[in-house]
């Protein structure tokens, strides 16, 4: 099966600027997650999705962050405006049901904010 | 927040020998589960045991599960030098949402 694509793969944008993420999960996997890897720490989730609704986006900053997933499928994830924290890497992953399968990771994006 | 907390951060061993890491947590679980992260790639799903399970195997990995003392151990027998990698262990604190820990740093040395 083909597996979880993330893009792009890198990025670098001044703070103040804003950025997209794009994740194409797994097919038939319902539940898509984003998360953030700050260098040297584990994934952070920031906000989950079930089908196309949201089962959990407590940890997502939402004055600046937002996130979609269009017809429960490609899911997108966007900063405005950056900040200079924002620097991590962005893992999109899928499962087939929350927490109870193994979730399936993308590469990830690695986010630069100067 | 993150759950679980692995133990040691940072492990360095010979090729041949056995890779242990632990990982503990707070509160009751339905699963645990680790994840190898090979640098600069996203996360790879080991193995998933449930809370009424205390043991499974994976080829040369074993996992270890102490829901008394909130603790997993995962072994990786005969190291190799593929086997170089990030590890996370991963709990579902019974609200469905995974938290992973900080992770430990596995070197294989040839």
């Known amino acids: 099966e083909a597996g979880v694509a993330q893009s792009p793969r890198y990025k670098i944008i001044e703070k103040r600027q804003s950025v997209a993420f794009w994740c194409n999960p797994i097919?038939?996997?319902?539940?898509l997650y984003w998360y953030q890897q700050i260098l040297g720490q584990g994934p952070k989730l920031l906000i989950q999705?079930?089908?196309?609704?949201?089962?959990?986006d407590s940890q997502l900053p939402k004055d600046r962050f937002s996130a979609e997933r269009l017809k429960g499928v490609d899911s997108t994830l966007k900063i405005q405006p950056a900040k200079l924290e924002d620097s991590a890497v962005y893992l999109c992953?899928?499962?087939?049901?929350?927490?109870?399968?193994?979730?399936?990771f993308g590469n990830g994006t690695r986010l630069t904010v100067t | 927040s993150q759950q679980g907390e692995e133990d040691p951060q940072a492990l360095s061993i010979q090729e041949g020998e056995n890779a242990t890491m632990n990982c503990s947590y707070k509160?009751?679980?339905?699963?645990l589960q680790w994840y190898r992260q090979n640098s600069g790639r996203g996360l790879v799903h080991l193995i998933l045991?449930?809370?009424?399970?205390r043991e499974k195997h994976s080829g040369r990995l074993r996992v270890t599960l102490d829901t008394s003392k909130k603790s997993s151990s995962l072994l990786i027998t005969a190291s190799r030098a593929a086997d170089t990698a990030s590890y996370f262990c991963?709990?579902?604190?019974?609200?469905?949402?995974?938290?992973f820990g900080a992770g430990t740093t596995v070197t294989v040395r040839a």
């Open positions: 992953a899928s499962s087939l049901v929350p927490t109870d399968s193994p979730l399936h």
């Open positions: 097919s038939g996997h319902a539940t």
């Open positions: 999705f079930q089908n196309n609704g949201v089962v959990d």
């Open positions: 509160t009751s679980i339905n699963n």
């Open positions: 045991i449930r809370s009424n399970e």
């Open positions: 991963a709990t579902d604190a019974r609200d469905y949402k995974l938290s």
